[in-house]
């Protein structure tokens, strides 16, 4: 086939060298005129402009038959071409649309392109040079304002957290919890308060898959007039260890080997078989629940222990859940796997589509109370992370309802600059002795100075915009952006600067013993995990999760292996014996004498 162009008449001339069709494809407006005698098709154009047709030329093939037609109706064409491609656009996932959402969001001619400096800008193609062949000027500033923008782009990500998605909406109040706490957010049933909400994946980077095996973080951001209540929680109620002293060590075995740089299972299961009270997160990040269908269907947990005082200065201990009303929803590991194949951010695009269809996600908030005469008699430390309360004895109480209803406008501005910090209480909210949550009131605050500045709580996601004002004696540094209207800076003075408020004042309690590192002595950390595997899990359930550890379990050296199955049979020696079969069966010679287990 031979293509033509005659520009004068804005016509496109198609010669064909078979006999009894001709193919061509079609790109803009035009009517069809065929010369049967010479086998030649004329295309009368619409298009102001002919040189369209080259860039715009990968839409339909369109067979003429000359036998039947000496004519086509380009009109006929047109419509059924429109329908289908309005078809192929309305099949498309919101996600995918977000660009042409933007564009018909635009309703006049698109906006002036400016500087960074806010100048109009001529040309955005080519780099001021001396002649054709260069080189630059340093006086390009349309090229320095670009390539010096770019260079800073990117800022450090997240040590642990850093693949995730947000979303925006709101908490109401359901039910009426006033006589545990003073916080104004639960003040009255049908309060409605703004937040923001981060889900991540843990040891993975900012570009790995969301359908990897791996606790899931669940952090709510809720903007009160007392201001910011950061809940930094996860997908599971408990962690891996208990001391914050261990925390950087486990991290670096989530990441990867500092000579490799790959992932190592023996890195991994060597810090987890060293530290017996990771078994009951590990137990559960081998389960079902390990890999999320989407953070839709997986619930949240606060996971710590905090205080909850009341307006009499009465305090109760208390944990926070909340529930998916969606559902939960898991992945098996070959559906995970399948998925991170084809989809790696599998995870965030399910999220932004559930709520650009409007089918908003939501959860049932609840606390569990504990008085401090019940946690002086609690069979275990109820400040340990590794531990549950057990329902029965704490049941859960309803609060209200968490809704997300609406997405980022920006992702780095949304979703990478939102900051959380387990420091972040408002009066009725406190901390409690939990050792991990006490290193965590320090470790957030100290790792977004790093990653944002020292003025990172003054970017709008972070700022406690429904406060009164922000009036402290902070002043400058990196980025300030508020000034303060002209309030001294120091304290105390004498010239109406923002003064304390004794009504707020936390109740006094009472701290006592000797000063030392204490390691666990005799704590039970197998008694909650054997009822998770004899009570919680059925029998496929059991099957997955034996699955799902030897699998992994393969991978590391046989003596990690082995002091790892130890570990297990002291949950069940059903379960140790399981995982020994199953390494077996891969060709890991597995040689242990379990307590009781034929290993």
């Known amino acids: 086939m031979r293509l033509s162009i005659s520009r004068p008449c804005q016509t496109l001339q198609v010669i064909s060298t078979r006999k009894s069709f001709l193919q061509f494809a079609l790109a803009f407006p035009c009517q069809v005129q065929l010369n049967r005698s010479n086998k030649t098709a004329r295309l009368l154009s619409e298009s102001a402009n002919i040189s369209l047709w080259t860039s715009h030329c990968n839409l339909c093939l369109l067979s003429l038959n000359f036998s039947k037609y000496s004519s086509l109706s380009n009109k006929r064409f047109m419509s059924n071409y429109a329908d289908k491609n309005k078809n192929n656009e309305m099949d498309r996932d919101p996600a995918s649309q977000q ?6 969001s635009v309703k006049d001619k698109p906006p002036v392109l400016l ?5 109009p800008i001529a040309n955005k193609t080519a780099s001021l040079t001396v002649g054709p062949r260069g080189p630059l000027l340093l006086q390009d500033f349309v090229y320095l304002d670009e390539q010096t923008h770019f260079d800073r782009e990117r800022i450090p990500e997240r040590v642990v957290h850093a693949k995730g998605a947000g979303a925006f909406g709101y908490f109401e109040v359901t039910h009426d919890i006033t006589q545990y706490t003073r916080a104004k957010i639960f003040s009255k049933i049908g309060k409605k308060t703004p937040i923001a909400v981060r889900f991540s994946t843990v040891g993975g980077e900012s570009g790995s898959a969301d359908t990897v095996r791996d606790p899931r973080g669940f952090a709510v951001k809720f903007y009160t007039e007392e201001g910011i209540w ?7 109620p408990i962690f891996f260890v208990k001391d914050p002293l261990l925390f950087p060590s486990f991290i670096h075995t989530q990441k990867r080997n500092p000579v490799t740089h790959l992932k190592d299972m023996d890195m991994f299961w060597d810090f987890l078989s060293l530290r017996p009270e990771s078994t009951h997160q590990v137990m559960i990040l081998f389960s079902d629940r390990g890999i999320p ?8 947990y606060g ?3 905090f205080k909850l005082v009341n307006n009499n200065n009465e305090f109760v201990y208390c944990k926070f859940h909340y529930k998916t009303d969606q559902g939960i929803k898991n992945l098996t590991a070959e559906e995970a796997a399948k998925i991170s194949s084809q989809d790696p951010d599998y995870a965030i695009r399910n999220l932004y589509n559930t709520i650009a269809k409007k089918k908003f996600p939501s959860w049932t908030f609840y606390i569990q109370v504990m008085t401090e005469q019940q946690a002086d008699k609690f069979q275990w430390n109820p400040f340990d992370l590794t531990k549950v309360w057990p329902h029965k004895e704490y049941p859960l109480i309803p609060v209200g309802k968490l809704v997300l209803d609406k997405n980022p406008s920006n992702y780095f501005s949304d979703v990478e600059q939102l900051a959380f910090d387990p420091a972040h209480m408002v009066p009725g909210i406190e901390p409690s002795p939990d050792k991990m949550l006490q290193g965590r009131l320090f470790a957030y605050s100290d790792t977004h100075r790093h990653r944002l500045g020292p003025n990172h709580l003054q970017l709008p996601i972070n700022c406690p ?15 300030t952006i508020h000034d303060q209207d002209g309030a001294p800076n120091y304290y105390p003075n004498s010239f109406k600067g923002p003064e304390v408020c004794p009504a707020v004042k936390s109740p006094a309690f009472s701290a006592f013993g000797d000063i030392d590192r204490y390691e666990p ?5 197998f008694g909650q995990v054997t009822t998770f595997w004899q009570i919680v899990l059925d029998v496929d359930a059991k099957t997955r999760l034996v699955t799902n550890m030897a699998n992994s379990l393969a991978k590391a050296s046989n003596f990690i292996a082995e002091r790892a199955i130890r570990n297990f049979s002291q949950v069940d020696v059903d379960l140790g014996q399981r995982l020994t079969d199953a390494l077996r069966k891969k060709g890991k010679m597995i040689n242990i004498s379990g307590k009781g287990a034929n290993l």
């Open 115 to 119: 500087t960074g400096n806010g100048a």
């Open 521 to 525: 002595v005799n704590e039970d950390n």
């Open 230 to 236: 950061d809940l930094v929680g996860n997908n599971t």
């Open 99 to 104: 660009l042409n959402e933007y564009k018909e």
């Open 303 to 305: 996971s710590h222990t």
């Open 465 to 479: 915009y429904k406060s009164i004002s922000i009036m402290n004696y902070q002043r400058d540094g990196s980025m």
């Open 293 to 300: 269908d989407g953070y839709p269907h997986m619930n949240g």
